[in-house]
């Protein structure tokens, strides 16, 4: 039932009334009466008894006779729901989206070639009997004895857990080795896999699709890669060998390349886009297209991580450490976590791409649940940009003030020549806006606003002191330490960064990219390109020049992934750059004896993912570990933790403040304890809302924000 109580968080069985029998079928949704209230519900298996003693009740109503929910779905779900200490109800509100009769009623096109038929199952035969009703499917739960799988962070074998099972399918993961004289994917197409030859092990990881077999595959994109293109050739081999593909990614541009390449690879009427930005109708549709087998490909942001694709033979996701693949409603699930235990739970191939890597996807290679895809070092060196940080010594004896200056000239030098060269210039800010965060020009005092002590910023050159927490007006601002009235910038912006640039390349058209307008892409001549990190448009022919400024406004961040993150983000930008033989050149505003300036200068983001997994093992942080977040008000936090009946290898760290006077604790324990905290969380919060506790308690189990 539709009812998120973790003391509900079960089937409830309920009587089919004969005149529904042929119609109820496992995956359609009804209405029953739960309490003396009708509530909505999932019909998720039909039985000819039940175990339950007492009387039963009968179904109220069919809401519809399309089942929407598969039984692979619903397992998911279940798995899910127990990995994130969270409920069915919850995680099955994202899976499926509301229902749209009309889109319903609309006459279904007929399967596109290839596609899997019989798709829709068949109405059950026989008479009325009972029906489980929300939960998993029957009473049993779809995981093993041995607990939901660890999916992205690997085997619960990483610590060393004795008697915990691995990850990997009892077949094992096929090789993604390439093997002399092999046929090329599809029976010999020759120009299939022809991006995919960079890379020593692409070809054969394209074979073993095409071939049926469950690849696992960590791939390190080259710089100036057609990404959507090598997500295309993936898919196009899987749907060769008869099965289907779920592909995400992090936002709406990405999905636009990938949608287009597919496209121009499959033809039209292959796949189907699925996104929560798209209407009601639209998503409803396409959802139905997967549901129904029309399509054997789905692809979109994390909305499709539950995409109900028939006979799933490939999940694939790129760049897993953008935050927006992080689902923000409970129980808070990672589209990289969803992904990989679908591919557990139904033996589909995993790839997992971007330019950086995680931790978490290191970590899937160092207990060799999958294999890596990386270049060797002459391709690397051929395709990557000539980087150049400004805070080495030979550097600063060149030019001293390199170490304070915000554009020292180092990247002055690298913007003229690339505008001289005709070609375009791109400018990484890490914040937007004009003068996002001021100070007093006196004592240097960050200015605060004087009712809520929220950071003041400046919107243009002639505007007043604003607050960005409360938007209140400080136009009559006195400094509370000195008295003085004069601000300076203490962050600059992206709006006031092409102000300036603008007039140091006087005739050079600038180019803004951002939140209130984020460009697709931009000719490839002369021009200045200032953009915030994720909205960096496409040069045709790539960039002559990337410049990365205030690279401390990113390592500095009190997080647990700022290195990783920083590293992200500019691994992302310098990847638009032309290759160094072409005169491409990236210049990093940053101190070249830093990890992450070391990995963007060597292009080996597996060496820092590496690095980081290692301290992360050593300090006890995700993913060597598994924590968990509890946030709320302290009495309520402090009343769950003593009804959880936590592992004994559980460690409580805290408290800590949280926003709206609430206060965070962290409970962390080994990773084959995993299962064990969900567990007990959820039985703690179900003792709580069996009782009506007043105050809730938000429980986030690796959470992308730790500190």
Not at 4 to 16: I, M, T
Request: charged fraction near 20%; glycine fraction near 10%; proline fraction near 9%.
């Amino acid at each position: 039932m539709d009812v998120p109580l973790a003391h509900l968080d079960r089937p409830f069985d309920y009587l089919v009334p004969a005149e529904l029998a042929d119609q109820a079928r496992p995956g359609t949704r009804v209405r029953v009466r739960f309490a003396g209230q009708l509530v909505d519900g999932w019909l998720l298996d039909r039985a000819e008894l039940s175990a339950h003693d007492g009387r039963l009740s009968y179904l109220e109503r069919l809401v519809s006779p399309e089942p929407v929910l598969t039984p692979e779905i619903a397992r998911l779900a279940r798995a899910v729901a127990d990995r994130y200490a969270g409920n069915l109800a919850d995680v099955l509100r994202l899976a499926v989206p509301p229902r749209h009769a009309r889109v319903e009623r609309e006459a279904a096109p007929p399967p596109a070639a290839g596609t899997h038929a019989g798709a829709e199952a068949a109405a059950p035969q026989g008479s009325a009997g009972p029906a489980s009703v929300e939960g998993a499917a029957g009473s049993e739960s779809p995981v093993s004895a041995a607990g939901p799988p660890e999916s992205a962070a690997g085997p619960a074998s990483v610590e060393g857990a004795a008697g915990s099972e691995s990850p990997v399918s009892p077949s094992g993961p096929a090789s993604v080795e390439g093997t002399a004289g092999a046929e090329s994917v599809a029976g010999g197409t020759g120009s299939v896999d022809a991006g995919w030859r960079s890379y020593p092990a692409g070809p054969g990881f394209l074979r073993a699709l095409a071939d049926g077999r469950p690849p696992r595959a960590v791939w390190s994109a080259l710089p100036g890669e057609d990404w959507p293109s090598r997500f295309a050739e993936a898919a196009a081999a899987t749907v060769r060998s008869g099965r289907g593909v779920v592909a995400v990614v992090a936002d709406a541009r990405d999905l636009e390349r990938l949608d287009a390449a597919l496209t121009g690879l499959l033809g039209t009427g292959r796949h189907v886009a699925l996104s929560a930005a798209l209407g009601p109708a639209r998503r409803y549709r396409a959802f139905l297209a997967a549901s129904r087998g029309r399509v054997p490909v789905v692809i979109g942001t994390r909305a499709a991580m539950f995409a109900p694709v028939v006979d799933l033979g490939l999940v694939a996701i790129w760049d897993d450490g953008d935050d927006l693949h992080a689902e923000p409603r409970a129980p808070y699930p990672h589209a990289r976590e969803v992904l990989l235990t679908r591919a557990q739970l139904g033996d589909a191939a995993v790839l997992v791409g971007g330019y950086a890597r995680t931790a978490e996807s290191r970590l899937l290679v160092e207990t060799g649940w999958a294999k890596e895809i990386v270049a060797d070092r002459s391709t690397l060196r051929a395709r990557t940009p000539r980087i150049t940080p400004t805070g080495d010594d030979p550097q600063l004896a060149r030019d001293p003030a390199a170490a304070s200056a915000r554009l020292p000239s180092l990247a002055w030098d690298a913007a003229r020549a690339a505008l001289k060269s005709d070609a375009p210039v791109l400018v990484q800010v890490p914040r937007r806006g004009y003068l996002p965060a001021v100070a007093c020009a006196e004592c240097r005092a960050p200015a605060r606003c004087p009712h809520c002590s929220g950071p003041l910023a400046l919107r243009s050159a002639s505007g007043t002191p604003t607050c960005r927490w409360c938007a209140r007006v400080a136009a009559g601002y006195a400094c509370p330490q000195c008295a003085g009235r004069r601000l300076r910038a203490a962050v600059v912006g992206a709006r006031r960064t092409a102000e300036e640039l603008g007039r140091a390349f006087p005739g050079v058209p600038v180019r803004t990219s951002g939140r209130e307008e984020v460009l697709r892409s931009v000719p490839g001549e002369a021009g200045l390109v200032i953009a915030t990190p994720g909205a960096e448009p496409v040069a045709e022919g790539g960039y002559g020049a990337v410049l990365l400024l205030d690279s401390w406004a990113l390592l500095t961040r009190a997080d647990l992934r700022a290195g990783e993150e920083a590293l992200r983000r500019w691994l992302a930008a310098a990847a638009l750059a032309r290759p160094g033989p072409a005169g491409g050149r990236v210049v990093v505003v940053a101190d070249g004896s830093l990890a992450p300036v070391q990995a963007l200068l060597r292009w080996d983001p597996g060496w820092f993912a590496g690095r980081e997994l290692a301290e992360r093992r050593e300090l006890g942080f995700p993913p060597a570990a598994r924590m968990a977040s509890l946030t709320g008000v302290a009495a309520a936090v402090a009343e769950l933790l003593d009804e959880a009946r936590l592992p004994p290898a559980a460690e409580v760290l805290g408290p800590v403040p949280a926003p709206d006077g609430q206060e965070r604790m962290l409970v962390r324990v080994p990773r084959s304890r995993a299962a064990a905290l969900a567990a007990a969380l959820h039985e703690a919060a179900a003792l709580r809302t069996a009782r009506k506790a007043g105050q809730p308690v938000r429980i986030q189990v690796d959470p992308q924000d730790i500190f």
